[in-house]
């Protein structure tokens, strides 16, 4: 097994990378000029780290860097790659406003530009092990040389980042934060930033996930191998606590997780009540057609409740889970907790990134949301934050919706459209108790 460090066009510098590489024995891959991971790394049999960039500082930075070239004389000799700064500089001058206006970003292939997703996920699924924050480096870097070479010692005393109180608060306007916002969402959340141009520092951690022991990879392999299916493919897992408990939490995953089962380690750790695990690889919203005509979900989910004589049944989800827990919930007359659904696939598609807007494109039978939820028996808990796509999809709800005595909204402070409780999951079976009671005494 090898160390293998993967550097990010326009993430970590050189310095760093040398600092780096006095501390650790690994193999460097610098994809600084590619524009996607190299694919020949096999990430199940080695350890991998990288380190990353806010992407408000990245992207200026990238700009500002690629029009940073001398006026060369365009011939024969003249590479490519400059040749490609030069029009980016003619095009734009040093106009940061400009570029990110005519969405610049898209329009010039630069490897600078692609988010910093493309070398850290495959196929919706991270590979990377460790990832650290160049806001934080010497702190994270102390953490890898703890898990690397089994040294707890801090390796830079209390020395603090070049990077950790940048500010582009002056430099970036509402209207281009909201596009660059959008368009690098999938970086904001999952490599933990928030929407902040003032303070750059990251707001939380990314979880270290292990993927290499040969071991755990032959026994997963093993159990994937085995887990039933749906008639769609689509993989569950159904945990029973006892076979007389009555009680049902249904767990949907959500957009991009592939066949990957949420907080599936953490809740089956230690858990009261049975579990049901359900995915949806294809993205299309869980409204897959069942052989009789029904929603295959709605169906498998009411032959699960009826044979084991559940009493009790909570549906959670959040984004596109949400919005299936919310549409299916209320079809089983259920207990429903979401976070930020999507309620509307028209109205999502007003704020969606890119990666999300390609899914709803795809979906050709959206259902009416409203007329779902309007007379259905099921008690909801709906937690919404603050971001524009939340914040619209819940005013709709509550624009639309006229009997809201079993509806409980509240609002999170949160940003990112993430979900906001990674280290909480047993949240979910303290709400299930709750609309549970709520349930039973007709509150």
């Not at 996920?121 to 702190?139: A, L, P, T």
């Not at 709605?298 to 827990?325: N, P, Q």
């Not at 934050?385 to 709709?396: E, L, S």
């Not at 005595?405 to 979900?419: G, I």
Request: hydrophobic share 35%.
């Amino acid at each position: 097994m090898s160390n293998i460090y993967v550097r990010i066009p326009l993430g970590i510098g050189a310095s760093k990378s040398s600092r780096l590489a006095t501390l650790f024995n690994f193999e460097f891959i610098d994809l600084a000029y590619s524009t996607l991971i190299n694919r020949d790394i096999d990430y199940y049999e080695n350890f991998t780290f990288t380190f990353v960039r806010n992407p408000f500082a990245r992207l200026y930075h990238s700009f500002y860097h690629l029009i940073d070239i001398p006026d060369v004389l365009v011939d024969e000799e003249t590479p490519s790659y400059l040749l490609r700064r030069k029009k980016l500089r003619e095009k734009y001058g040093d106009s940061f406003e400009d570029f990110i206006k005519d969405k610049g970003f898209e329009k010039f292939d630069f490897s600078q530009f692609y988010p910093q997703k493309n070398w850290i996920y495959q196929s919706g699924k991270r590979v990377i092990n460790f990832i650290g924050h160049i806001e934080d480096f010497e702190i994270h870097a102390s953490e890898l040389n703890s898990y690397v070479n089994n040294d707890n010692s801090s390796l830079f005393g209390t020395s603090v980042s070049d990077y950790a109180d940048e500010s582009l608060s002056n430099h970036i306007s509402e209207e281009s934060k909201r596009i660059i916002v959008n368009y690098y969402h999938d970086d904001f959340v999952n490599l933990g930033y928030g929407f902040n141009t003032s303070d750059l520092r990251p707001k939380r951690k990314v979880a270290f996930i292990e993927t290499h022991p040969f071991l755990s990879k032959k026994i997963k392999q093993e159990f994937f191998n085995n887990i039933p299916r749906l008639g769609n493919n689509s993989p569950y897992i159904h945990v029973k606590k006892t076979d007389s408990c009555r009680d049902l939490i249904v767990v949907l995953s959500t957009h991009n997780q592939g066949e990957k089962f949420f907080g599936f380690e953490k809740l089956t750790s230690s858990h009261k009540y049975d579990l049901l695990f359900v995915t949806n690889p294809s993205n299309n919203y869980y409204l897959d057609i069942a052989p009789s005509g029904g929603n295959l979900y709605i169906d498998f989910l009411k032959e699960i409740i009826i044979d084991h004589g559940y009493h009790s049944v909570t549906l959670f989800g959040s984004s596109m889970a949400g919005y299936a827990a919310l549409y299916i919930g209320s079809q089983l007359g259920v207990n429903v907790f979401v976070i930020n659904p999507q309620a509307d696939i028209e109205l999502t598609k007003e704020y969606a990134w890119p990666s999300l807007k390609n899914t709803l494109d795809k979906i050709s039978n959206p259902i009416d949301m409203v007329s779902s939820l309007q007379y259905s028996q099921s008690y909801i808990y709906y937690l919404s934050g603050r971001a524009p796509i939340d914040i619209a999809n819940c005013n709709y709800l509550k624009s639309n919706i006229h009997k809201k005595n079993n509806f409980l909204f509240k609002e999170l402070s949160d940003e990112s459209h993430n979900f906001p409780y990674p280290d909480a999951l047993n949240m979910l079976e303290e709400v299930h108790e709750h609309l549970s009671f709520l349930r039973k005494f007709r509150l």
